[in-house]
C-alpha cells in the first residue's frame, strides 16, 4: 500500500517509477535496469532494506548515492545506528508528500542525471 501511494505521489511529479514487493526483487530489478533514484522502506520481507544497502555495496557501491529509505520504526536502534553511520537520507512514517518531493529532489540534483527520474 505504502509503494503505491509513493509510486502516485512521485508519479504526480513526473517521475517514472517501477515497484516491487520486496528487497530480493529490488535487488534484481537493480541489476536488470538502471535507476537514478532509490526510493526503500526498511522493512522490507525477505531482504529488508539494511540487507539490500549491504547488497548494493558489494554489487553496485554507485548506487548507494542514489538511496533514501521510509521508516515507519525510526526507533530501532539498529536502523538508527545504520541511517546515522552511512548518512543515508530517510524519511518518517506518516510523512507528506512535500517531504518525499524534497528528499528526492536533493539526490536528484547531487546525481546529475541526465536520464529520466526512475525510482524504485
Not at 537493480?30 to 549491504?54: F, H, N
Not at 538511496?67 to 552511512?86: C, H, K, M, Q, Y
Amino acid at each position: 500500500m505504502i509503494a503505491t501511494l509513493l509510486a502516485e505521489m512521485l508519479g504526480l511529479h513526473g517521475h517514472a517509477v517501477d515497484t516491487v514487493a520486496n528487497g530480493a526483487m529490488a535487488l534484481r530489478q537493480l541489476r536488470e535496469r538502471a535507476y537514478d533514484l532509490i526510493v526503500s522502506d526498511l522493512q522490507l520481507p525477505i531482504l529488508d532494506g539494511l540487507g539490500l544497502y549491504q547488497e548494493l555495496e558489494l554489487s553496485r557501491p554507485e548506487l548507494l548515492e542514489r538511496i533514501v529509505f521510509v521508516t515507519g520504526n525510526a526507533e530501532n536502534p539498529v536502523w538508527r545506528r545504520f541511517l546515522s553511520d552511512t548518512g543515508v537520507p530517510s524519511v518518517s512514517k506518516p510523512f507528506t508528500i512535500e517531504a518525499i518531493h524534497r528528499v528526492t529532489q536533493q539526490i536528484l540534483r547531487a546525481g546529475g542525471s541526465k536520464r529520466e527520474p526512475r525510482l524504485q
